[in-house]
Structures are given as C-alpha cells and as structure tokens.
C-alpha cells in the first residue's frame, strides 16, 4: 500500500512546470490567465499565453494538475499538496540513493555532510526505527540495541 493518495506518472518536471505548480499551490488553483498574468509580473519575463496553456495540459498529462471548465476558461487544480509533491520527491530521491547499493559511494556520499546534515540524518534514523519497532520488527529487542546498529 502507497503512502500517497496519489502518484503523478511522472515525478521529473522542468523549471517552467515546478514554477507554474508553485503558482497553482500559492493559489489552490487557477486558470492559465492568473497563471501567465502571476509570471508576467516579473518584468524581465517574458512569456506568451501559449506556452503556459502547454505547460499546464503537460502537467495535466504527467498527473500533477487536474483541470474543470468553469464559465468559459478552465481552472487547474493540483492533485496533491505541495508538502506531498516535497514528500514524493524525497521518496524517489532516497530511492535512488539507496539503489546505488554500494556501501563505499554512499559512505563518501556521508562523509561529505556537514554536522546538521548529520544530525538531521540521526533523526531519520530514530523515526525509521521507531516505525520498525510499530510494525514489530524489532520485538524482542530493546531500543538501545537497536541503537548500537546505527
């Protein structure tokens, strides 16, 4: 069972889609004008109506938006939240360190993290054992021997 109500096809998105899906997130939705209006607001963009219609029905295709005509303009909403997309993301990224698989690459992968990073690392492990411990993978010992196994 997924932790996530829902899974977009596609996980990679360009720079032009991950701004457009902050926009959609800032807002809880909108139609391509707010959109390509929010975008133009920097004046050093330039950017036609065309090509965020594209950009939006791209996103639709990869599963992140879901669209619903209103009146006579559509509206685009985002399939999950922007904390979900961040979860998501993480996911796939953690996955894809652990499928190097090789203990060496990703012990000098560690070795270059800084003490935050460190620590914050520590923490992931406490919550991952933890949930271990919940689903009862690790009865019959104790969290302190769990601890040496870091």
């Known amino acids: 069972m ?7 096809k596609t996980l990679s998105l360009g720079p032009l ?3 457009i899906l902050e926009i959609i997130w800032q807002h809880n939705g909108g139609s391509a004008k707010l959109i390509h209006e929010q975008i133009l607001s920097n004046p050093d963009r330039e950017l036609t109506y065309a090509s ?3 950009v939006l029905n791209r996103l639709v295709a990869k599963g992140w938006l879901s669209r619903k005509k209103q009146r006579r303009a559509f509206v685009w909403q985002p399939r999950l939240s922007q904390r979900e997309a961040q979860v998501l993301q993480a996911h796939h990224q953690v996955k894809q360190l652990l499928a190097v698989g090789d203990a060496e690459i990703v ?5 270059e993290l800084d003490n935050a990073s460190l620590d914050r690392f520590e923490a992931m492990a406490q919550r991952l054992k933890a949930a271990r411990l919940q689903r009862g993978e690790g009865a019959g010992s104790s969290p302190e021997e769990n601890n040496d196994h870091a």
């Open 107 to 111: 012990a000098a992968f560690a070795d």
């Open 52 to 54: 965020v219609s594209t």
């Open 2 to 8: 997924s932790i996530f109500s829902h899974r977009p």
């Open 17 to 19: 889609e991950t701004e």
